[in-house]
T-cell receptor, first 112, second 113 residues
Framework: GNSVTQMEGPVTLSEEAFLTINCTYT??????LFWYVQYPGEGLQLLLK?????DKGSNKGFEATYRKETTSFHLEKGSVQVSDSAVYFC???????????FGSGTRLQVQP | NAGVTQTPKFQVLKTGQSMTLQCAQD?????MSWYRQDPGMGLRLIHY???????DQGEVPNGYNVSRSTTEDFPLRLLSAAPSQTSVYFC????????????FGPGTRLTVL
């Protein structure tokens, strides 16, 4: 079945540092890929998505490119802020169930 | 519109007690799901529904029951709580396309003593 592997956290960065969170997946075909973010004490919300190979999703300064050759969807941001401190989840659809298969999540802590 | 709402926000149970976690959505979504979130394990699917009257098991269904009598509501029942069910529970809904966004509720933090 589908699976998602994310880099272990926590990731601790200083403000304005460059961020990369790695995500690789195993799936049949070329599914849509998602990044969700969970701010402290809240539910998950969609950060960005890509619906086909070579697509780039972007939102709030974050970007991720769907690379089918390496089955990856790494999340990047050029300059992180304290307000980006959250847990980030990579996910792909569980086709039959109309739900999501998630990676284990990566906690990001940005220090001023 | 409120999106996906969940109650209660926090709950403490004793082993063996039962309870129902409530979930409702006002977006007329056909598909709804329940997940549990445990440290280091991401979110795991408990049960899901593809429409009113239709439910099925996810990855970790044991000890939980669901029903879907209306499009809006999707309650999750713990039949006899166990400490292993201590977790944060999230309800989600989606319009159903494979590129569609899942909308999540704010979660219920459950502790079973």
């Amino acid at each position: 079945g589908n699976s998602v592997t994310q880099m272990e956290g926590p990731v601790t960065l200083s403000e304005e540092a460059f961020l990369t969170i790695n995500c690789t997946y195993t799936a049949t075909g070329y599914p849509s890929l998602f990044w969700y973010v969970q701010y402290p004490g809240e539910g998950l919300q969609l950060l960005l998505k890509a619906t086909k190979a070579d697509d780039k999703g972007s939102n709030k300064g974050f970007e991720a490119t769907y690379r089918k050759e390496t089955t990856s969807f790494h999340l990047e941001k050029g300059s992180v802020q304290v307000s980006d401190s959250a847990v980030y989840f990579c996910a792909l659809p569980d086709t039959g169930r109309r739900a999501l298969t998630f990676g284990s999540g990566t906690r990001l802590q940005v220090q001023p | 519109n409120a999106g996906v709402t969940q109650t209660p926000k926090f709950q403490v149970l004793k082993t063996g007690q039962s309870m129902t976690l409530q979930c409702a959505q006002d977006m007329n979504h056909e598909y709804m799901s329940w997940y549990r979130q445990d440290p280091g394990m991401g979110l795991r699917l408990i049960h899901y529904s593809v429409g009113a009257g239709i439910t099925d098991q996810g990855e970790v269904p044991n000890g939980y029951n669901v029903s879907r009598s209306t499009t809006e509501d999707f309650p999750l029942r713990l039949l006899s709580a166990a400490p292993s069910q201590t977790s944060v529970y999230f309800c989600a809904s989606t319009a159903g396309g494979l590129t569609d966004t899942q909308y999540f509720g704010p979660g219920t933090r459950l502790t079973v003593l």
